[in-house]
Antibody, heavy 122, light 107 residues
Framework: EVQLVESGGVVVQPGGSLRLSCAAS????????MHWVRQAPGKGLEWVSL????????YYADSVKGRFTISRDNSKNSLYLQMNSLRTEDTALYYC???????????????WGQGTLVTVSS | EIVMTQSPATLSVSPGERATLSCRAS??????LAWYQQKPGQAPRLLIY???TRATGIPARFSGSGSGTEFTLTISSLQSEDFAVYYC?????????FGQGTKLEIK
């Protein structure tokens, strides 16, 4: 059974930093690209970032480019999101999602975690 | 970036009836279109990919159609557990982009 478990969400002040983690199990982690997708309270889904199966390629939404960094450790079956210079508009539930493919071409997300809540507030 | 527009924003349907949800892309996405279901307090769940292929374990009452810029998700006979928010997503171009969602509510 595929499982994705996010952690690291807390309340942080504007301008602060945070690192999210996602622990994956139930599939061969290093065979698939992985994503972060967020959902602001009461709002829709917003794609945030992608990392290819080997970590060699990364992509970011314009809204987070230059502030967020996605990474992965295939030896630990883990995905990360380093979030710097946080803004109030970054407040959201952050989901880790598994890509159907390697991350060479766009694909859909076949499994999602339950999310971790990041609140940016003074 | 490709903009995905879903309609209507809210759809009220009685249990047992058919529901039809629409999704339009600002440019062609071929058949690279997925649908997700999200219930309150839960993560999204993949329903349909490739515009019309049901994901594993998805009941046959869910069907998808369309290609290019116009897509439809049909739920043939609504069950109580189908009332949720539905999102379409294109994966033809980077970046992936979602529609704003359609809330399917009980009439």
């Amino acid at each position: 059974e595929v499982q994705l478990v996010e952690s690291g969400g807390v309340v942080v002040q504007p301008g602060g930093s945070l690192r999210l983690s996602c622990a994956a199990s139930g599939f061969t982690f290093n065979d698939y690209a992985m994503h972060w997708v967020r959902q602001a309270p009461g709002k829709g889904l917003e794609w945030v970032s992608l990392i290819s199966w080997d970590g060699g390629s990364t992509y970011y939404a314009d809204s987070v480019k230059g502030r967020f960094t996605i990474s992965r450790d295939n030896s630990k079956n883990s995905l990360y999101l380093q979030m710097n210079s946080l803004r109030t508009e970054d407040t959201a539930l952050y989901y880790c999602a598994k890509d159907k493919g390697l991350g060479v071409t766009p694909y859909y997300f076949d499994y999602w975690g339950q999310g971790t809540l990041v609140t940016v507030s003074s | 970036e490709i903009v995905m527009t879903q309609s209507p924003a809210t759809l009220s349907v009685s249990p047992g009836e058919r529901a039809t949800l629409s999704c339009r892309a600002s440019q062609s996405v071929s058949s690279n279109l997925a649908w997700y279901q999200q219930k309150p307090g839960q993560a999204p769940r993949l329903l349909i990919y490739g515009a019309s292929t049901r994901a594993t374990g998805i009941p046959a009452r869910f069907s998808g159609s369309g290609s290019g810029t116009e897509f439809t998700l049909t739920i043939s006979s609504l069950q109580s557990e189908d009332f949720a928010v539905y999102y379409c997503q294109q994966y033809n171009n980077w970046p992936n982009s979602f529609g704003q969602g359609t809330k399917l509510e009980i009439k």
